[in-house]
């Protein structure tokens, strides 16, 4: 992921910060400047719940270049507790661990390394619970 996007994105990625509508009370993930529900532009932020549950998985196998180390390794749609879905990594699990409703848990951790500099890419990754 390029520098910049990554920067733009670091409060829901380190903090799991998303957007409330003043008006409606819908959730969004990434925050959005008007609300899909209501059109209101009114919005208040607010931090995620850290745990949730798991809605469906896969299991990758072969990876892109960066990641081809850490294969097999598990992607997840987990939805929080407050309803909100997300996409993550499951990590510290085998494949054969997961399962659909499994609780897990928000962490803070390595994402990838960056260019020749090896610029280190932080963000949120899933726990079994």
Known sequence: MPSPRYTREIPQRYRL???KCKKCGKIFFPPRLVCSNCKSREFEKITL???????TYTTIRVAPEQFSTQVPYNIAIIELNDGVRLMAQVVDCKPEDMAIGKPVRMVFRKIQEEGAAGIICYGYKAVLA
């Open 17 to 19: 910060e998303a957007a």
């Open 49 to 55: 719940s850290e745990e949730g549950k798991i809605v």
